[in-house]
Structure formats: structure tokens, C-alpha cells
């Protein structure tokens, strides 16, 4: 695992960029040097990269000018290099052509973080400086803003005073900013010709920034001696001048200030915000986790001692947005482009590109030949309500039904499409929302088998009130064998599902109920809890509703087009499931099913964002044509295909389909693909490992286990029933978040007694299998 974010109380930590190469780096690394130890603090100077010959390296200048010798101990000052290279050209090509060892990215964050770490203690001051410009790459090619991003280290810009150094400077200035790094001071030299620095102080007050210059060094002189002699006496005269005492003292007080942010914002929190999904009663500051960043697969969290933060592990996908790594490079150009170009624009009647770009990538993406159409909302819950809009309509149409008409959906049992108040009322009473006043569920929700793994074997779990009709729990061989849908369908389960649903659909008909779309989550319900369905009963519902219009309306009749819907349109929620979250672009190939509404949300955006996109069919946008205007669908958001959401989402999906191309999960489909015998030409599997989910399945108070493409569920014993409220899984939840090192926990979400994990589509196998180690240790 990289290191993460670091921040000490003691030790004030920055780190010194320059706008460009040779703006005076190392001389103000000197300065600051110098002014700190006149303060009698110890002081802690790396490179952690360095190209050409030592004895003009950084960190030899440094030893040779950055040390009073009146002031100086054994432990007071020390100056490191971690990787010097001969030749003085940049180091990805110095590296390159070296025979001395390369370290990969995160070992050289290691190799810093591990340096800082040992002098906590000891407190004072440490300054990194980095090579070259900005965006100078590091040693694997990586440019520097990105490469040293999860550090997260307050940043000192040297400004160029060259011609050209005001653009550069504010270039580098802004590289930095939206990388999320902390401009805290920006230093140049004075120049008479160009004063540059009277435009850069003017545009650094603007952000809140100082800005200060010290004058420009002396010419090269003829002799070493004597350049050594003018260096000397300039650090003497400038290193504690009141320029440098000033920014010395506002370095401090930002760190100060950050610490004391930081840890009163629980506190702050506690008394101003209203939480989501929690009861406040239950609520104190010191369950408040305070997140100071995120990068890739964790956050940066405050915990208490002189390191004041760890990496935690991002347990629930952020809520199950998360793809691509929180901070994103790519996400992150995509935004910012894309704000710089649009801010937002209204949408009604107008287009922009990435919104048209993004609909024509998206429904190419899904591989569905049924839908046409995509419709833009803000979020998962929404785009939901837009389906079943859609659906609603195109039914009462088809059956000639009158606009009062009440209508229901088919859905299953234990779904939850959502909090606004239509997704509400598309799910049975629960938990969620028996308590809100306005509440009506509107449908009929079946019950059905489920998959799991229990003591090692995978099973096809049949609730008690349904083996009248399908019979006991049946064992398969693999997850693949439950996923191959062709072959069980020969199969008499098959049949079973289909008269059963069909029996249970006529006597709602006998009833006189009326439906208008069947909306299913497809194969695993999120918010329920983590359930996953057997597929092959997913598969005959669709089958049985599609088949058997009848069901539905005396006049139901079959329309001529292949791709129109018939029985009832049928909706995909795949705003959890989508988008590679199970393994596959979409989770409707599981089921090998096209649906007539697909939506679409979290994944979308790779976390970054809130999108939603409701995809439909042309028949059912056909649905809403009419001479008059109240007939069109009347649903829109004031956001709707925000611009920097659809060219954020567009950027993602590129993302996942090079990461499939590329072969980026090979590695964890190995695990899961050496019994492989279905005949799907894509591959079950997972980033869990399967042995590790099998032997977990056997743990005594595990009940049950399920892992699929990037989630892992597990179900705890509980013999009170107590479903949502249930407190089984308070106790893991804990133990992973006290963690099994100082420097690294795991943040998690519970449902219940049942406690669930997301990998990233990016996640490494390091952090997954740290992840299920500790998981080991604490589920005993």
C-alpha cells in the first residue's frame, strides 16, 4: 500500500516547487533552511530525486550552505537525497538509461514517508523539493503533481522571474490547485527589467496567497572560492531577513491552523449538520470521522498521536460511486476542462457536445439493440422516477387505460430504488420509509431465491414460504455454474419459476390490479441488503411478463417491432449494479436480457460527480408524442446534463473499457475462471479472492457470503431478525476501523447484519488482500 496523506504536529512539513527549471529552488530551500535553524528548530531537508553530478546536487549545496555552525547538533540538521542519477537530464530519461535501481511511485512515497516519520519526534521543520518544473516527471515517467499528490504536502511555488515566468508561474500555480495541493507561500527573485513580481503579487493577493521576492543572486564568478565566499554572505544577510521571518511565521500558523481545523471539525459537524442515514441520538463528536483527502482507494483520516493522519480504506465505494480512485487524473482534467468551457448551461431544447457525446457513447456501450433514447437527471433516486414516468405512460397508452388510472409496478421483495418520494413508493415497506408521512407503496414485490456461499459451497438458498413450489436449497459447483443461465434454463427450476410467477401474476389480475412496468434491480439488491438474487429467477419474471400481455390487459395484443415492449415495460435500476460494478459493462448481460429502461448513475461519473441517465427505447419515447405539449414528458432538473458531469462521465467510461481492454483484472479473474465452464464468453468473477470467500463462508458467525465483480457482502448471524436495525455487525464494523496498524484502518458501511465491501475497478490486489487479512482477524 502507498503511503498516504502526512501531517505531524510537531513536525511543520512543505514541500518547495518550482514554476520551471533553474527559478532558484534549492537557494530559497536554503533560505528557509537557514531561517529555521536561526530558531534553534531541527530541520529535516529531502530530494527525493536528483539528476547529475554530486557534487552539484541539490543536496550537497544544501550540506555546504544551509548549516549554522554555531547552532548546528549531531540531530539538528539533515540533508537527503534518495536517488541521485549522473546524468542532468530529467529523470524519467536519467533513470532510464541508469543501471542503478528505479523505485516504482508508491515505493518512493514510502521512502519519504518513512523519512518524515522518523523525524516526528523530534518536531521543527522538513522541506522537500522536488525536480525541475511542475509537471517534471519522476522517475517512472509520472509527472511530478500527480506523483507526489497523495502526500499531500503543503506547497512553497518558486516563481520564475525570467521572461515568460508570469505565465509559467500562474500555469504552475493552477496545475497545483487543482490537484488539490495547498499553495501556501510563493518566493521569487527581483528583477529590475522584468518585475515580474509586481503582476504576480498583485494576482497572488487575489487568492489569498503571499507572495514575496528577495533579490537575485551575484553573476557567476571565475573562481569557486569566491562564489562560494558571495554565496555564503548572502544566506547569511537574507536567511533571517524580516521577508523570510514573515513567511516563516505564516508557514507556521497555516500548519497550526490545519491541525486545528482539522480537529474540530467533528465537534463543528456534530453541531451543524444533519446526517444522512443516522440516528443523531446515537450520534457523538467522536464517531465523526474527519476526512482531510482522498486519493485512490482511501481517505486521509485524523486520528489522535503526533501523526495525525491514516489511510483508510474506502470500504463502501464512497456510497458506491467509486470506480476510478478518488482524485483521479483523468476525472479531474476532464472537469476542470469542461468548467473552463461551459460553467453550466441550460439544456431544454439546446445540446452540447459532451451531453450528445456521452448519450451516443453510452447507448453504444450498453449493447442494447432496444434503446434509443437517453433522458438526463441529477441522480440515481431521479433518474428512477424519470423510468417509471416513462413506463407508467407507455403502458396506459398501449391499454388504452384513462390518465387516473391507478397503477402499480412488479418488483421484488427487499428492492429499493431510492429516497424522493416516487422511488419510494416503487418499494414495499420497510425500514426506509414506513415512517414518511406521504408513503403509499404502489405495487406488488415478489419473494424468490437467493445465491450465496455457505460453508464453502454456493447455494441457491429457497426462502421457507416458497419450497412448496421450488423445493429445498440446491448446492451448485461454482458461482459460474449459477451464472450459466443457458444451461439452467433446460433445467426444471426454470419451469418452476415460471409457473409460479405466472400463477401469482393471474391472481393479481383476478383481483382487478393493474400494473405498468416491472422494475427490478438486476441480480444483487443494494440498499435492501445486499441481496443477491438467483438470476435464472430474474430471467423467467422478464420471460413471463413479456410473454403473456394478457396477464396485464383484456385488449393486450403483441406490437410488430422486434424491439417494442411487450406485457409491460421493463425497467433496469442499474444505478448500483452498472457499469462494471459486477464485472461486466452492464449487469443485464448477467441476466442475458435487454431491458426497455436502463438507469444509470454512480459508476457514471467514476465517483466524481452526481449523473444520472435514463436510457429507453423508442417505443416508449413514441409514447409521449402528441399535438399537445402537456402530453411531452414533463421532468427536468435545473442541472440537467450538467456539462462538467457528462464530459466527467464520458472520460469514465473510456477509463473502464482500457482498463478491460488492457487486461487490468486479469490477475483476479484467474481466481475465479480455473473452473470456468460456462458458456458465456465473459467470465464470473470477482476481486475477492473465491478461496478467501469460500473459507469465510465457514466462519461460525458467518450466515452467508457472496462476492461479484468488485463487492463482497457478508451476512452475520443474527437470531433476532432484526434486519436494517439489527447490531450484528457493529462490532466488525469497529474492529475494522481501529485497524490493524497506526497508519491504516478500514472505513465501512453496515446494512444491517450484513457488512459489505467495494473494490474500485481500480483497486490493487495489495489493498484488497490487506482488506481481507484484517477481515480474517476480526471475523472469529
Partial sequence: MAAGAVLYRN??????WGANTEVGKTVFSTVLCNAARAKRDRVQYIKPVSTGNIEDADSSHIRRFAVDRHLDKDDAFSSLCLHQYELPISPDRAAAVSKLHIPQDDALLTEIAQVLSQRAELGGWAFIETAGGVHSPGPNGTSQADLYRPLRVPAVLIADSKLGGISQTIAA??????????????????????????????????????????????????????????????????????????????????????????????????????????????????????????????????????????????????????????????????????????????????????????????????????????????????????????????????????????????????????????????????????????????????????????DGRWTVAVPP????????????????????????????????????????????????????????????????????????????????????????????????????????????????????????????????????????????????????????????????????????????????AHAVGCSVAIESLKEMDKLDATGAWDAFKRTWTVTQESNDDEPVWSVWDKSFVEETSGRARVDAVWALGSVLAITLKDVSGAGYKSTAAKDVQAALFAGDAPEWNVHSRILGNVIYFMAGQTSTQESVQRVQEVLRKVLV
Avoid at 513536525?11 to 518547495?16: N, V, W
Avoid at 444483487?524 to 443477491?532: D, E, Y
Fill in 465 to 640: 414460504a416458497l419450497q412448496q413450489h421450488f423445493g429445498a436449497d440446491k448446492p451448485f459447483r461454482s458461482l459460474a455454474d449459477i451464472m450459466d443461465l443457458e444451461r439452467r434454463e433446460a433445467g426444471r427450476e426454470y419451469e418452476q419459476y415460471r409457473v409460479f410467477i405466472t400463477q401469482t401474476l393471474k391472481k393479481l389480475r383476478d383481483e382487478g390490479r393493474r400494473f405498468g412496468a416491472l422494475l427490478l434491480e438486476p441480480v444483487v439488491l443494494g440498499a435492501g441488503g445486499m441481496i443477491f438474487v438467483d438470476p435464472l429467477f430474474q430471467r423467467a419474471l422478464v420471460s413471463v411478463v413479456r410473454s403473456s400481455p394478457q396477464l396485464f390487459a383484456d385488449d393486450a395484443h403483441f406490437p410488430s417491432s422486434s424491439s417494442a415492449w411487450t406485457g409491460l415495460p421493463v425497467v433496469f435500476d442499474e444505478v448500483f449494479t452498472g457499469l462494471y460494478r459486477l464485472g461486466r459493462r452492464s449487469a443485464a448481460s448477467l441476466l442475458q436480457v435487454h431491458p426497455d429502461i436502463s438507469v444509470h448513475a454512480k459508476l457514471l461519473t467514476g465517483g466524481l460527480l452526481p449523473l444520472c441517465a435514463t436510457a429507453a427505447s423508442e417505443d416508449i419515447f413514441r409514447a409521449f408524442e402528441s399535438d399537445d405539449k402537456s402530453d411531452a414528458l414533463l421532468h427536468g432538473h435545473s442541472y440537467t
Fill in 173 to 454: 500555480y493552477e496545475s497545483l490547485k487543482i490537484r488539490g495541493y495547498d499553495v501556501e507561500s510563493v518566493l521569487l527573485f527581483e528583477d529590475d527589467y522584468y518585475q515580474n513580481d509586481l503582476q504576480l503579487k498583485a494576482y497572488f493577493k487575489q487568492h489569498g496567497t503571499p507572495c514575496r521576492t528577495l533579490p537575485k543572486l551575484h553573476a557567476p564568478q571565475p573562481s569557486k572560492e569566491k562564489d562560494e565566499e558571495l554565496m555564503l554572505r548572502y544566506y547569511e544577510k537574507h536567511s533571517q531577513s524580516p521577508i523570510i521571518e514573515e513567511i516563516l511565521a505564516h508557514m507556521k500558523q497555516r500548519h497550526d491552523d490545519r491541525i486545528k481545523n482539522l480537529e474540530s471539525m467533528p465537534s463543528r459537524a456534530h453541531s451543524k449538520i444533519w446526517y444522512p442515514f443516522t440516528q443523531s441520538t446515537m450520534l457523538s463528536p467522536e464517531k465523526i470521522t474527519a476526512i482531510d483527502s482522498a486519493r485512490g482507494d482511501y481517505f486521509q483520516t485524523l486520528q489522535k498521536g503526533d501523526s495525525l493522519l491514516r489511510s483508510s480504506f474506502d470500504g463502501s465505494g464512497s456510497w458506491w460511486t467509486q470506480g476510478l480512485g478518488h482524485g483521479n487524473p483523468q476525472l479531474m482534467l476532464a472537469a476542470a476542462y469542461a468548467a473552463g468551457r461551459y460553467g453550466h448551461v441550460m439544456f431544454a431544447e439546446a445540446v452540447h457536445e459532451p451531453a450528445l457525446q456521452l448519450a451516443e457513447m453510452l447507448l453504444g456501450y450498453l449493447s442494447n439493440p432496444r434503446l434509443s433514447r437517453v433522458f438526463y437527471s441529477d441522480n440515481g433516486s431521479t433518474g428512477i422516477e424519470v423510468a417509471v414516468k416513462m413506463a407508467l405512460r407507455a403502458a396506459r397508452i398501449r391499454y388504452g387505460w384513462g390518465p387516473n388510472e391507478k397503477l402499480g409496478v412488479l418488483g421484488l421483495s427487499g428492492s429499493y430504488h431510492g429516497d424522493t418520494m416516487g422511488a419510494m413508493d416503487c418499494s414495499e415497506p420497510s425500514t426506509y420509509n414506513e415512517k414518511i408521512e406521504w408513503y403509499e407503496g404502489k405495487g406488488f414485490w415478489f419473494s424468490y431465491p437467493t445465491v450465496s456461499c455457505v
Fill in 11 to 16: 513536525l511543520r512539513t512543505f514541500q518547495i
